[in-house]
């Protein structure tokens, strides 16, 4: 199976560390997916070229080609990589002003990674304070690790740590957009009021075992 990925970077400077944390991710999510045998397509939408797009598309209601473009490679996508530098303690304005633009609609059941960069870990808690709620908004699913990236987090000093968030972010990501068919089945919950619904206990040990 193919699987198309939009990777949404806000990253400003050149080179950039947001763009940098975005590349890992979707690296890191391809190859998840591809030990499951799937294909993946990988859209980069970088949002620099588009600020004056944005702005425009804010104030007419129409959105350029380009940019048109880069929406409906978010729309059509299977799953969606997320990744804002932090400005003022959130994210920046460019990254809420594309996805104001998107349609509030579009992102309804979709997995969504989402990742942020700073220059310090105290802005870590962005993920947990905007960006999960924005992406709850949209009612998109969004995978339970999020991943924030300090600049000590890259470089020759860095201790390895940010590899390891990413991996296990891009895990859950990969496991998210497999089919529910092929997705490991957890045993059922023992209670005393479904005695009926009791797992075999063999069963239950190679279930664990899988």
Do not use: C, W
Request: charged share 20%.
């Amino acid at each position: 199976m193919t699987l198309r990925l939009a990777v949404v970077t806000a990253g400003l400077s050149q080179p950039s560390s947001t763009r940098l944390l975005a590349d890992q991710l979707g690296a890191g999510t391809r190859r998840a997916l591809e030990a499951h045998g799937d294909e993946v397509e990988l859209d980069i939408i970088e949002l620099r070229p588009l600020a004056h797009a944005l702005a425009d598309s804010m104030l007419t209601g129409f959105a350029s080609d380009e940019l048109d473009e880069a929406l409906q490679s978010v729309v059509n996508a299977d799953g969606v990589i997320a990744v804002t530098p932090v400005f003022t303690g959130s994210y920046s304005g460019l990254f809420k002003t594309f996805f104001d633009v998107v349609d509030k609609d579009a992102l309804d059941g979709t997995p969504v990674l989402v990742a942020a960069t700073a220059g310090t870990a105290r802005h870590s808690l962005v993920l947990e304070h905007a960006l999960r709620p924005l992406f709850a908004y949209l009612k998109a699913v969004v995978v339970p690790t999020a991943v924030f990236a300090a600049s000590e987090d890259f470089g020759s000093n860095a201790d390895g740590r940010l590899a390891d968030r990413v991996e296990r972010a891009a895990g859950q990501f990969a496991a998210l957009l497999q089919p529910v068919g092929t997705r490991r089945q957890k045993p059922d919950r023992v209670t005393i009021d479904n005695p009926e619904a009791t797992t075999d206990f063999a069963d239950m040990l190679a279930a664990i075992s899988r």
